[in-house]
């Protein structure tokens, strides 16, 4: 039996590619490799597919959580992706707790929190629809601007021989 970690919480995901913003996407339960492999094939594919109908060209890239890294996940992925895939056990590894690094981490998450919680939301339901509200505003042209400030990202983090990115 499955019991929440906190009451009242709402777990949302999110991709952000140079062709704009997937998601949000509200999972009302854990996110075990069943539920996240329904997600990327029942939400993600067909987002990705009106954003960019030539999917042989786009790299899919995602952290190391446990239903990420599941042997069943890995191969679903594979098949989706082939060997456009970045992150713990793929053939691009991404270095772990890299959070200067990823577009979601260095932009997306702070700017949500800065947004939705001002003013500070009163119960779940406007909660969900402050972060849709937000999420709509992101324009692609600010995703195409983010995507490609990692890329300025990677080369200071080569230049710091490895160190964090500020």
């Avoid at 999972?27 to 987002?47: A, F, K, P, R, W």
């Avoid at 772990?96 to 339901?125: C, N």
């Avoid at 490609?148 to 990677?154: C, I, L, Q, T, Y």
Wanted: hydrophobic share 40%.
């Amino acid at each position: 039996m499955e019991v929440p970690h906190k009451a009242g919480s709402l777990m949302v995901w999110c991709a952000i590619s140079s062709f704009g913003l997937i998601g949000p996407i509200f999972l009302l339960e854990t996110v075990t490799q069943q539920v996240y492999q329904d997600l990327i094939g029942n939400q993600l594919i067909s987002d990705l597919y009106v954003k960019h109908p030539n999917l042989d060209k786009v790299y899919f890239q995602q952290d190391g959580a446990p239903a990420h890294t599941a042997k069943s996940t890995l191969e679903y992925l594979h098949d989706l992706f082939e060997d456009r895939l970045i992150g713990k056990f793929f053939n691009f590894v991404w270095p772990p707790r890299s959070p200067d690094l990823t577009p979601p981490d260095f932009f997306l998450w702070g700017y949500l929190k800065d947004h939705v919680y001002e003013p500070q939301p009163q119960s779940l339901i406007d909660l969900k629809f402050a972060i849709i509200r937000e999420c709509e505003a992101i324009t692609p042209e600010q995703c195409k601007s983010v995507c490609r400030s990692a890329f300025d990202r990677f080369q200071q983090c080569v230049d710091n021989n490895g160190d964090n990115v500020q």
